[in-house]
């Protein structure tokens, strides 16, 4: 069957410091993935995009990996903020702009 | 810009009883989405419309729960009868025809006692 798997377990990590956080798929080919941003009571904001035929993916301070043939990707947030806290989620599309989710991780940056 | 818009942002109800959820996507959004998300997981895909027609519907427990887009633009989700498993926080989301990226509302979050 199709799965998503993201670290359940919450990343705490030190203000500055580069956090990654892995999504690993099976079962699927994708041609593109997305990361999206989930705070709290609200919900998730569109970070970034990758497709397939691209392996990495630049906006600020947010770095994207996509290997489809290790079927992962890593998303990088550098130099890390208390505001980058956050739920970080990882969606695959599943064919006409549909998006299967994972389960997400939870990013805490410590001051 | 006006982000999407959901309506009531909480419910309580009783098991059996109905409820229905709105939703007002972004101006121009022609596809409209709506997701259950139950705590803890990532949100679930319940239906795709674009413009007033289903695109995808084949997550959505048709025996309970309805959703139409009168006009292309505002959207209705309802339940009914509710069920306890049914407590989740409901988003609604929009884009553009033809664009990846997804704009989400606030969400309603439901609980069913």
């Known amino acids: 069957s199709q799965k998503i798997e993201q670290n359940s377990e919450a990343l705490n990590i030190q203000e500055g410091k580069t956090a990654t956080l892995t999504c690993n798929y099976t079962?699927?080919?994708?041609?593109?993935l997305q990361w999206y941003r989930q705070d709290p009571g609200r919900g998730p904001v569109f970070l970034l995009l990758i497709r397939e035929n691209e392996k990495e993916k630049r906006k600020e301070r947010l770095k994207v990996t996509f290997d489809t043939t290790l079927k992962q990707s890593l998303f990088h947030i550098t130099a890390s903020q208390p505001a980058d806290s956050a739920t970080y989620l990882c969606a695959l599309d599943t064919g006409r702009r549909a998006l299967t989710f994972g389960s997400g991780t939870r990013l805490q940056v410590q001051p | 810009e006006a982000g999407v818009a959901q309506s009531p942002r909480y419910k309580i109800i009783e098991k059996r009883q109905s409820v229905a959820f709105w939703c007002n996507p972004i101006s121009g959004h022609a596809t409209l989405y709506w997701y259950q998300q139950i705590l803890g997981q990532g949100p679930k895909l319940l239906i795709q419309f674009q413009n007033n027609g289903v695109v995808d519907d084949s997550q959505l427990p048709k025996d309970r729960f309805s959703a139409e887009r009168l006009k292309g633009v505002d959207s209705t989700l309802k339940i009914q009868p509710a069920k306890l498993e049914d407590s989740a926080v409901y988003l609604c989301?929009?884009?553009?025809?033809?664009?990846?990226?997804?704009?989400f509302g606030p969400g309603t979050r439901l609980t069913v006692l």
């Open positions: 989301a929009s884009s553009l025809a033809g664009e990846f990226e997804q704009f």
């Open positions: 079962n699927y080919s994708p041609a593109y």
